[in-house]
């Protein structure tokens, strides 16, 4: 099915994420398994999906405020933080030209404003919320930039 709906694509884009309920959650591994299959079965290259500041980019400055955050989201929801983990993990081993675009914050129906921060946790300042509308519009830029493949920069209004 995934196959089927990425056939004649150039790039694929997803905002799967963990919802809370654990069999939804381990669920989204399998299906990001399922897609890195047919993009490197189809050869699409390019790959832009969503994750959370939850899975650590190795560009990211360690911090106790960041320590405290995945810290609450293990021991609040642990299989939204296992989930977010175990797919992002998946995704940085594939053979694509990947970006994850980490949100640091929560997902809001503002207005798109095609104004957004992004960077790593402890070099940038993010704010707490992003719009989808930005989400949606950064993610759809990333298609034709070479900026942020295969890294995972953090994202907020």
Not at 140 to 155: C, G, M, V, W, Y
Request: with cysteine; glycine share 4%.
């Amino acid at each position: 099915m995934v196959k089927q709906a990425v056939t004649g694509s150039q790039a694929v884009l997803s905002a799967l994420g963990p919802i809370g309920k654990k069999e939804s959650d381990q669920q989204i591994s399998v299906e990001m398994v399922n897609i890195l299959n047919a993009l490197d079965t189809l050869d699409v290259k390019r790959f832009i999906a969503l994750s959370t500041t939850s899975s650590q980019d190795s560009l990211d400055i360690d911090s106790m405020q960041f320590k405290l955050r995945c810290g609450t989201i293990r021991m609040g929801r642990p299989s939204a933080y296992e989930s977010i983990v175990k797919y992002t993990a998946l995704v940085r081993q594939s053979k694509c030209d990947w970006t994850l675009l980490r949100i640091a914050s929560l997902l809001t129906n503002a207005s798109l404003t095609k104004s957004v921060q992004v960077g790593y946790l402890g070099r940038d300042k993010f704010k707490v919320k992003l719009s989808r509308a930005n989400l949606a519009w950064f993610m759809l830029e990333q298609l034709d930039s070479t900026e942020f493949i295969r890294q995972a920069p953090a994202i907020s209004d």
